[in-house]
């Protein structure tokens, strides 16, 4: 599996606003970011090599050749705004393990709630800014990120391919960041208006209308004490295709 995307920064801030996992046919099967490209230029190819969407929390890359645990803007690093080839991270070893077989030859989407590169994402501080940044969003006051590489325009966006699987983790609180709430609830809205069967993993005693009321769709680097339960869900959801939610103890 390779692994593109595209890196902006504003504001001595990283953001990853667009990427993409390409499952290879084989091992000959190496593509550049420029062919990646020439699969997804237009919505009628996108339809035709987008095979699937994935919803993360946010998002940690770097591009080959970088170190993605030291700051990209200290790494002499040139190529933003542009369509590259980023390092396979580990968060994204679960995936290409559960949806090597059934996705050959073709290209899965990688959405995130919040498209800055933060270790530190779950900060109080940060996800005060985010909450009060997303009140403001459908209104034409100003945010403290730029609405236009941060976040996802939860109210337009459409999601490609046959399958859409939510695994952003469990941290969402209605009560403490209602409007962070509010956007991941309209994006997994979306997703069922357009007819389109959402795919997760979810804790067994929190049943799954309990795992969809509070949106929480679990991701195996974010719950450690379940890491391995959780990755063996996920892998248990793409033996079948389209994949079908599943739960874990």
């Keep these: 599996m390779q692994y593109f995307g595209t ?9 990853l606003t667009e990427s993409y ?36 929390y946010n998002p ?31 968060y994204l070893t679960t995936f290409k393990q559960a949806m090597r077989e059934n996705c050959k030859g073709k290209i899965v989407e990688i959405k995130s709630l919040f ?8 900060s109080s501080k940060l996800l005060i800014k985010f909450n009060e940044d997303l009140e403001k ?15 996802i325009d939860a109210q337009t966006f459409i999601p ?3 399958f859409v699987f939510f695994c952003w983790g ?28 959402p795919v997760y993993v979810y804790k067994y005693e929190k049943t799954e209308q309990g795992a969809i009321e509070y949106l929480q769709f679990s991701n195996p680097d974010q719950n450690h004490k379940y890491k391995n339960s959780i990755t063996n869900a996920i892998k248990e959801a ?12």
């Design 21 to 56: 996992m390409y499952f290879n046919y084989d091992d000959e099967d190496i593509i550049t970011a420029k062919e990646l490209k020439e699969k997804i230029k237009t919505g009628k190819l996108r339809k035709k090599n987008i095979i699937g969407t994935v919803y993360l």
């Design 7 to 15: 890196i902006q920064t504003k504001y001595e801030e990283i953001f």
């Design 170 to 197: 469990d941290k969402i609180s209605d009560k403490e960041f209602p409007y962070i709430n509010e956007y991941a609830k309209t994006l997994y809205e979306n997703v069922l208006q357009l007819g389109k069967k």
């Design 115 to 122: 498209n800055l590169v933060e270790k530190n994402i779950d």
């Design 60 to 90: 940690i890359a770097a591009p080959i050749g970088f170190d993605s645990k030291k700051f990209l803007l200290d790494q002499d690093f040139e190529d933003f705004d542009k369509l590259i080839e980023l390092k396979v991270e580990n």
């Design 137 to 151: 969003y459908n209104s034409n006051q100003n945010t403290e990120f730029d609405r236009d590489i941060m976040y």
């Design 160 to 162: 490609n391919g046959k």
């Design 238 to 249: 793409f033996k079948e295709f389209p994949p079908t939610p599943k739960p874990y103890q």
